[in-house]
């Protein structure tokens, strides 16, 4: 399916938010999520079920000044 992570389109066959972490590389990392806007907890990844064309957003937070 087609979804956009981040603002660019990607081809995933990940069925949840989860899953397309893992796919990405990012299943371990320390992230804030969201899927069209809404956050979504750490603890509700696996069940949030993605669908063809949903927005996500994954971001690290970072330190500096």
């Not at 371990?28 to 949903?54: I, M």
Request: net charge neutral; hydrophobic share 40%; no cysteine.
């Amino acid at each position: 399916m087609k979804i956009i992570v981040n603002g660019e389109a990607l081809e995933t066959g990940a069925s949840t938010l989860a899953a397309l972490l893992d796919a990405l590389g990012k299943g371990a990392a320390k992230v804030a999520t969201s899927v069209n806007e809404g956050f979504v907890p750490k603890q509700q990844r696996a069940d949030r079920s993605l669908q063809e064309g949903d927005r996500v957003e994954i971001v690290a937070p970072r330190q500096g000044g």
